[in-house]
Structures are given as structure tokens and as C-alpha cells.
T-cell receptor, first 115, second 112 residues
Framework: EAQVTQNPRYLITVTGKKLTVTCSQNMNHEYMSWYRQDPGLGLRQIYYSMNVEVTDKGDVPEGYKVSRKEKRNFPLILESPSPNQTSLYFC??????????????FGEGSRLTVL | GDSVTQMEGPVTLSEEAFLTINCTYTATGYPSLFWYVQYPGEGLQLLLKATKADDKGSNKGFEATYRKETTSFHLEKGSVQVSDSAVYFCALRRQAGTALIFGKGTTLSVSS
């Protein structure tokens, strides 16, 4: 089944404790992206990647890191989480060559709480 | 900068009522426009899209027409069902970039 898989789905952690949210897609998509969803703010892009070893900042990259060593994986790293990073996070991917018109395929989301 | 504005929710309707969720955008160039739907506890999924002016996207009884003159992409459905209860997001993808810019979402609640 074609899908984007995120883990963990739920996590409660404490300020400053490094964590990684994994994202994997099995559709051979080149483009991958991370969003956070907050009440009243909608979805905002954190980072995106056009292909392996190519990443770039989105609208709200502060406090986050990403890597793209393999095509299928795009982990989101919080080196020192803070309470303002409490949010619902979504990973998404897009097929190659679709450019402007291609849809995004979303994972089911990871709800992170930082105490 | 580019942006998407959606009507505030929640929108509460009875089954079989007519639905309109307004969406307007600000963007340079000729963006593609999308409606995504998020059911409770799930990720977003594409509902419909339109890639040029006057295009109509449609799916599952929902429709939206890309109106460049009014910079709008309103979502409509003639007869809603309880199963349509979800959060609906209007979005655009800039012509020269890769980011999908979302509106804040509109919650629809349909009762029987």
C-alpha cells in the first residue's frame, strides 16, 4: 500500500531532550516536506527536500533540523525541544515531475507535547 | 507575500443542506489551487484541484472553480452528509516555488 509513515504518532517529552520524528514513504517520491499544524494558524511548512541531500528551509524552520540521506526517509530532528514546539506534525511527499500541479501525500501526523 | 484566506468556522449544517466554504487567495503569477480534507485523527488528503483559470475541480460531489478575476476558489456541495464532517483546507502552490500554502482551515460539522 502506498503510504507515508510517521513515528511516533504521539510523544510527550521534556524541554531540552533531543528527539527525532521519522518519516518514510514507499512511493519513490523525490519531494518531501514537514509541516506543523497549530490551532488558528493552519499548516506551516518547516523544511522541505527536493531530492536526496537537498534540503531547504520553509516558513518556520527555527529549532528544527532535517536530513535526507535516502530517498524514502526524511527525519525531523528537534535538538533541544521547547514548549512552543508542542504541535501536530505532518510529513508529506509529492511524486517526481509533478512540479506545480502535483498533490501532496500526507502521513497521519505526530502529536508532540513538550513539557 | 502569497496567502490564502478561508471563512472562519465552525460551519454547522443539517444533512442534505447546501455547503459553501469561501476561499480567496493572494499570489503572484498563476498558482495551482487545491482543497484538502482532514477527517478526525487522520492526515490531510487531496479533495480536488484546479491548475488554471476557469478550471473546475470536482470529487465526491464537491466542486470548486478557479476564478482569477475574483481570486477565489470556493468549495461547494449540493447535499452534505454526516460523513462529510471534517476540516477543509484551501491551498495554493506558487508557480515558481514548491511550497504549498494553506489557509487556516474550516471545520464542518454535519448533523443528521
Amino acid at each position: 500500500e502506498a503510504q507515508v509513515t510517521q513515528n511516533p504518532r504521539y510523544l510527550i517529552t521534556v524541554t531540552g531532550k533531543k528527539l527525532t520524528v521519522t518519516c518514510s514513504q514507499n512511493m519513490n517520491h523525490e519531494y518531501m516536506s514537514w509541516y506543523r499544524q497549530d490551532p488558528g494558524l493552519g499548516l506551516r511548512q518547516i523544511y522541505y527536500s527536493m531530492n536526496v541531500e537537498v534540503t531547504d528551509k520553509g516558513d518556520v524552520p527555527e529549532g528544527y533540523k532535517v536530513s535526507r540521506k535516502e530517498k524514502r526517509n526524511f527525519p525531523l530532528i528537534l535538538e533541544s525541544p521547547s514548549p512552543n514546539q508542542t504541535s501536530l506534525y505532518f510529513c508529506a511527499s509529492s511524486p517526481p515531475g509533478t512540479g506545480l500541479t502535483g498533490e501532496l501525500f500526507f502521513g497521519e501526523g505526530s502529536r508532540l507535547t513538550v513539557l | 507575500g502569497d496567502s490564502v484566506t478561508q471563512m472562519e468556522g465552525p460551519v454547522t449544517l443539517s444533512e442534505e443542506a447546501f455547503l459553501t466554504i469561501n476561499c480567496t487567495y493572494t499570489a503572484t503569477g498563476y498558482p495551482s489551487l487545491f482543497w484538502y480534507v482532514q477527517y478526525p485523527g487522520e492526515g490531510l488528503q487531496l479533495l480536488l484541484k484546479a491548475t488554471k483559470a476557469d478550471d473546475k475541480g470536482s470529487n465526491k460531489g464537491f466542486e470548486a472553480t478557479y476564478r482569477k478575476e475574483t481570486t477565489s476558489f470556493h468549495l461547494e456541495k449540493g447535499s452534505v452528509q454526516v460523513s462529510d464532517s471534517a476540516v477543509y483546507f484551501c491551498a495554493l502552490r506558487r508557480q515558481a516555488g514548491t511550497a504549498l500554502i494553506f489557509g487556516k482551515g474550516t471545520t464542518l460539522s454535519v448533523s443528521s
